[in-house]
């Protein structure tokens, strides 16, 4: 065996290895380090002001507002344009956010903690469906929306996952592979589990039994008439919440493979790939033994299903950084797990098993953690190798989300994009130096 | 020759699928081989790939 086929070999070993669990909740700008008052964490490679795309510049826009930096749009967008703020990318952070994944020091995260690799990893709490931060959306609503999740949501997270002494997520995507989820844009089975896991402890928390709070309430009245005029308990309306966003469970499973990501990474002469991340205008990677350095390409545009009343011309380009899924096995490399997900993204059952047999030509091992039942519990596709990527002309197959191009509409539709192929070719001729 | 298309085929085709799919619509059962050249065909690509076996 080649010295890169054993650092191939070592890299997915450390990938798999990892185990991360669910073990606090705390405030980006207190936990992070490095995280401070005038940083804005955002999704994807580096990038200026300028370039970003508008949902990500919808997004920042955003959390401007949120932060009380700016009172309107035209203030945001000055400020944003001053350099007064640093944009940074949240992998920089070993943080990760879907879509534009902007996190700003005052927002919530969850805190990973890697029990076997050691280390931790950082997500946001997941805002929901349609108009929301991370597709670019800022009005009223939103914002409301993000003071709830971080005061009153967070608030009772964080003493519940106290109670229970952490939560294994790895655990947590392994069973969802057997009941249906891919773990990246089909989570009803994550979030199921998610929440049958930490439910008891947040009934017991003193948080969760509060009616009458001086916190901002979230009109949960779409779950249920009984959440009208305020009545529930606090822990009734984070459950009640949790239960009406299949994506509960996505931000805190993107930091748990994040974790199994950054145990393969810094390996000496190793090619798998431990980053992949969009911005909403690049594409960009990054290598087990090419350290910080990323290659980059312009992000394509996702095809798939679209919402009524939506286009694909509406469509921005691939954003996000929730393809830390795919980098690490599951998501699209388990769509022969999911292949209900064909209703979201289009396709055919018979194209979820495509995907998945396909990966296995790219990727170094078969996972040892995550299997496919319908494939005789064969282990998921694992570690992106470079050069089998550049020599079978074969890119990573991604599920994803669709933002719309304009900042301040949200979430189009979803479906599938080809990451380019240029980014793998440059990380090649790096390789080779 | 005649032998072979008086009998009934059976084909494996290789490489571009358009070809199949002719066939596919002619009522013709035949079996896809998804195949391309090694790096599009690009020697400097190869050469770098030699490089990092």
């Given amino acids: ?433 | 020759m005649d032998t072979l298309f008086n009998s009934e085929l059976k084909i494996i085709n290789i490489g571009l699928e358009g070809f199949a799919e002719t066939l596919k619509e002619r009522g013709t059962e035949v079996m896809h081989v998804r195949w391309q050249p090694p790096a599009m065909g690009n020697d400097d690509l190869l050469s770098l790939l030699d490089k990092l076996k």
Avoid at chain 1, 342 to 353: E, L, R
Wanted: proline share 5%.
């Fill in chain 1, 1 to 433: 065996m080649s010295k890169i086929d054993q650092a191939n070999q070592e890299a997915v070993k450390k990938m798999m290895m990892s185990r991360p669990v669910w073990v606090d909740i705390g405030k980006a700008s207190e936990v992070i380090p490095g995280m401070k008052d005038n940083l804005f964490l955002h999704a994807g490679p580096p990038i200026t002001w300028d370039r970003m795309s508008g949902p990500l510049k919808g997004a920042i826009i955003g959390g401007l507002i949120y932060e009380g930096k700016a009172k309107d749009t035209a203030g945001a967008n000055k400020i944003a344009e001053s350099g007064e703020i640093e944009f940074s990318p949240c992998h920089h952070y070993n943080a990760v956010g879907p879509m534009a994944g902007v996190i700003t020091p005052s927002q919530q995260v969850f805190i990973i903690e890697d029990m076997e690799m050691g280390g931790y990893t950082y997500s946001n709490m997941n805002e929901g469906y349609g108009k929301v931060l991370r597709y670019g959306a800022y009005d009223d609503e939103v914002i409301n929306r993000l003071k709830w999740l971080d005061e009153v949501y967070a608030a009772v997270l964080k003493e519940a996952v106290h109670l229970a002494g952490g939560i294994d997520m790895k655990s947590i995507i392994a069973q969802a592979l057997h009941m249906g989820d891919d773990a990246h844009n089909r989570n009803r089975a994550t979030t199921s589990l998610f929440i049958r896991t930490i439910a008891p402890f947040i009934v017991e928390t003193e948080w969760g039994k509060k009616t009458d709070y001086n916190a901002p309430r979230l009109d949960l009245s779409n779950v249920s008439e009984y959440f009208k005029n305020n009545k529930a308990s606090a822990a009734a309306e984070v459950l009640a919440f949790m239960h009406s966003n299949d994506l509960t469970s996505l931000n805190a499973i993107m930091a748990a493979c994040k974790s199994m990501a950054l145990a393969a990474h810094g390996v000496e002469h190793s090619t798998v790939v431990t980053t992949m991340a969009r911005n909403g205008t690049d594409f960009g990677i990054r290598v087990s033994s090419t350290g910080d350095k990323w290659f980059t390409a312009p992000a394509n545009v996702p095809d798939g299903l679209f919402f009524s009343g939506f286009k694909s011309s509406d469509a921005n380009r691939d954003i996000g950084d929730s393809v830390i899924t795919e980098t690490v096995g599951v998501g699209g490399f388990a769509m022969a797990a999911a292949p209900a997900i064909v209703n979201f993204i289009g396709g055919s059952p018979a194209d979820a098993f495509d995907a998945t047999n396909e990966m296995y030509e790219i990727t170094v091992t078969e996972n040892n953690n995550f299997n496919i039942p319908a494939m005789d519990f064969k282990g998921t596709p694992t570690g992106i190798d470079v050069r089998k990527v550049v020599e079978k002309n074969i890119v990573p197959r991604i599920n994803t989300g669709i933002a719309h191009k304009e900042p301040g509409i949200g979430q189009v539709g979803a479906g599938i994009v080809k990451p380019p192929m240029e980014m793998f070719i440059d990380a090649l001729k790096e390789l080779a130096k």
